[in-house]
């Protein structure tokens, strides 16, 4: 199975119609990580900023969507969205040669690394956003993926957006950009 994993929209439709337009035929679902329309205090209006088409191309999608809620959702957000988005995290069970792997969904905001590593099984993968900083590691058995912020970055790597492909034997995860240029991609 193929994820497009997407964190921090904050309202550019501009900016999901793009990643959309490169990864959305090469995926079977896609995992949202929170901030969907809202900018937030300390962020500037992004690049395309529209709140009704960004909900209008996510609520399209509803069917494909995993979602978890960011730090600037609300409520008020989810009177335009039709789809549920406000749960604080999500889990994903894929195969894998000795049973299961999990995969943990959070924006970001309410679970810190070490917290994580003494409530998840060694061997998850915790997919994050919230910091619009990209991040590929593993630290203390759990493999740890953010891919940045599609619409406002705040690292040298520019919008990005994620894809994790999930086989019985392997994980892939890769980090592109949101006009799809792998930037860095590691097995996991």
């Known amino acids: 199975m193929t994820f497009l994993i997407l964190s921090d929209i904050h309202g550019s439709a501009e900016c999901l119609e793009t990643a959309l337009a490169s990864f959305e035929s090469k995926v079977d679902a896609i995992i949202l990580l929170g901030d969907y329309l809202n900018h937030g205090p300390r ?3 992004p690049q395309g900023w529209d709140t009704k088409r960004t909900a209008e191309l996510l609520n399209a999608r509803k069917e494909k969507l995993i979602c978890v809620r960011g730090n600037c959702d609300s409520e008020v957000d989810e009177m335009m969205l039709t789809f549920p988005c406000l749960n604080a ?3 994903i069970a894929l195969p894998a040669p000795n049973g299961i792997r999990r995969l ?3 924006h970001g905001h309410l679970y810190t690394h070490d ?5 998840l099984p060694k ?3 915790v997919l994050s956003g919230h910091t619009h900083v990209t991040e ?3 630290e203390k ?3 740890y993926f953010n891919p940045g912020s599609i619409s406002l970055p705040k690292c040298n790597d520019g919008k990005t957006c994620g894809i994790l492909e999930a086989e019985k034997e392997k994980v892939k995860i890769g980090l592109y950009s949101i006009e799809g240029k792998l930037i860095r991609k590691n097995e996991v």
């Open 123 to 125: 061997g998850s993968i």
């Open 136 to 138: 590929l590691k593993e």
């Open 115 to 119: 917290e994580l590593s003494t409530l």
């Open 43 to 45: 962020n500037p209006l």
């Open 104 to 106: 943990f969904l959070h």
């Open 89 to 91: 995290y999500s889990t």
């Open 141 to 143: 058995g759990l493999f």
